[in-house]
């Protein structure tokens, strides 16, 4: 019942930028934490950054000073602006956030999204 669906994801050049949004929709009562991870085939899923409901980040060390991730409450919307991409930034980016449904039960979940291809290259 609950989704998070994608957008924004595709194909640019080094030093170019892209911005990800996530929505999240269905029988939520609250949002907790949002975020973005990463993952390349044959690796481990990774995090790039994570925004709390009163809108504190964090932030992987590798994109510091160049991504940063924003939400609108309202519109139960995660963002993540990607600017100085590097090819080693090319990777499916999934987004999470742990969502209580409305109840009863009160219940708080975690949800993926269904990822999206960020592609780096010359």
């Known amino acids: 019942q609950v989704q998070l669906v994608e957008s924004g994801g595709g194909m640019v050049r080094p030093g170019g930028s892209l911005t990800l949004s996530c929505v999240a929709s269905g029988n939520i009562f609250s949002i907790n934490v949002m975020g973005w991870y990463r993952q390349v085939p044959g690796k481990e899923r990774e995090l790039v950054a994570t925004i709390t409901s009163d809108l504190k980040t964090h932030s992987a060390d590798s994109v510091k000073g160049r991504f940063d991730i924003s939400r609108d409450n309202a519109k139960k919307t995660v963002y993540l602006q990607m600017n100085t991409l590097k090819p080693e930034d090319t990777a499916t980016y999934y987004c999470?956030?742990?969502?209580?449904?409305?109840?009863?039960?009160?219940?708080?979940?975690?949800?993926w999204g269904q990822g999206t291809q960020v592609t780096v290259s010359s």
């Open positions: 999470n956030a742990d969502i209580m449904e409305n109840g009863p039960p009160w219940i708080l979940r975690d949800y």
